[in-house]
Structure formats: C-alpha cells, structure tokens
T-cell receptor, first 113, second 113 residues
Framework: EPEVTQTPSHQVTQMGQEVILRCVPI?????FYWYRQILGQKVEFLVS????????KSEIFDDQFSVERPDGSNFTLKIRSTKLEDSAMYFC???????????FGQGTRLTVV | AQSVTQPDIHITVSEGASLELRCNYS??????LFWYVQSPGQGLQLLLK??????LVQGIKGFEAEFKRSQSSFNLRKPSVHWSDAAEYFC???????????FGTGTRLQVFP
C-alpha cells in the first residue's frame, strides 16, 4: 500500500541551526502538507502546497519556515533558525485533491536544544 | 471561528466493552469530517471519513461514526473494544473553503484486560 515516508525519524539540533525535514508523498498525489504536534498538544496545520506553490499557511508558518518540492518526489520543510519552541513532531501529509482524505507520514520528532 | 471539540481527554474501558468517543465541531456549513488514530510513537492513520450521503459511515478496524447535523457531532463508536485499540484518537474537520484539517485535542483511550 502506498505511504508517505519521512526522514529522519528523529533529529536533534542546536538552537539557531537550520534543519530540513524530508518527505516523500504518495506518488500520484497533488496536494502536500506539513503539520506539527507539540508534545501533549493537538495537531496543528502549518502549510499546504499545490502546483509548486504555497496554497495556504497558518500563523505559525512565519519567515523562519519554508517549503520546497526540489524534484518530482521529495517535499521538504526548512526551518531557518530553530528555536526551543520548534521542538515538536512534524507530520507530512499528501492527498489526491483538495478536500480529499490526507495520508500522513510517521512523523519526524525534532528536538531543539 | 472553525473549531473541533473532543470533550473527553482520557477514556478507560474494559476489553470487549463498547466505546463511543465524542466530537463536536463549529462551522457554518457541513464540513468534511474525519477520525484519525495515533498509536504510541506512530503517525496518524485514517479510520474513516464523511463527505456526504449516508450519515453512518464505516471505517477500518470495526469502527463507525455517525454524523448528526442537528448536534454538529461526529461521534466514533465501536461495539467491542480490543486491547490493540489503545491509542489516541483525533477528530478533524476539513472546511470546504480550505485545504487544511482542523484537529481536536484528542482522546486517549486506555483498554484494560
């Protein structure tokens, strides 16, 4: 069964460092998303991406964040200068179309120290 | 503002007992509705979804959910819980005018033998 894959599963980084979280969405999907879940809190939407551009973003997704689809398969989330409060589980998701079911990856646990 | 409420933070049931997890949403129209499950250390797995039509929807692992427009609810049910159902359950809504999902705070299900 097709699935969304994320790498790495866990990343530890020092405050102020740049991190790139990687995702391979399901191959025939057209919409891509990043969500995050701070420990003990609910899953929050960060950004959606369609047709090689951001279609929607939340207030959390400020200038420190960026997304890219560098090739036909990968979808990345970059945090330019990490803060302690960026520590969270980051989920990538993809869907065939707008308002269709989203399939989530296993997540990358980011720990900023 | 659009929101999802899961009033039960933690539910404990005995194996074999029936289960109902509550979900209420606040939205001007009928949104798309989803239930996801997150096992410890895992990603989000879609249990079931409601887009339109029959208000009782069947999902995987023996789960079902009923959409009640008058109560703005989408409660998840299972007639007989198994120990492997212990996990965190998230209700989510997908408003028509956006690609994103809005998640509830989750209900942690504990199953006793």
């Amino acid at each position: 069964e097709p699935e969304v894959t994320q790498t790495p599963s866990h990343q530890v980084t020092q405050m102020g460092q740049e991190v790139i979280l990687r995702c391979v969405p399901i191959s025939n999907h057209l919409y891509f998303y990043w969500y995050r879940q701070i420990l003990g809190q609910k899953v929050e939407f960060l950004v959606s991406f369609y047709n090689n551009e951001i279609s929607e973003k939340s207030e959390i997704f400020d200038d420190q964040f960026s997304v890219e689809r560098p090739d036909g398969s990968n979808f990345t989330l970059k945090i330019r200068s990490t803060k302690l409060e960026d520590s969270a589980m980051y989920f990538c998701a993809s869907s065939e179309g707008a308002n269709t079911e989203a399939f989530f990856g296993q997540g990358t646990r980011l720990t900023v120290v | 503002a659009q929101s999802v409420t899961q009033p039960d933070i933690h539910i404990t049931v005995s194996e074999g007992a029936s289960l109902e997890l509550r979900c209420n949403y606040s939205y001007g129209a009928t949104p798309y509705l989803f239930w996801y499950v997150q096992s410890p250390g895992q990603g989000l797995q879609l249990l079931l979804k409601y887009f339109s039509g029959d208000t009782l929807v069947q999902g995987i692992k023996g789960f079902e959910a009923e959409f009640k427009r008058s109560q703005s609810s989408f409660n998840l049910r299972k007639p007989s819980v198994h120990w492997s159902d212990a996990a965190e359950y998230f209700c989510a809504v997908g408003p028509y005018n956006t690609d994103k999902l809005i998640f509830g705070t989750g209900t942690r299900l504990q199953v006793f033998p």
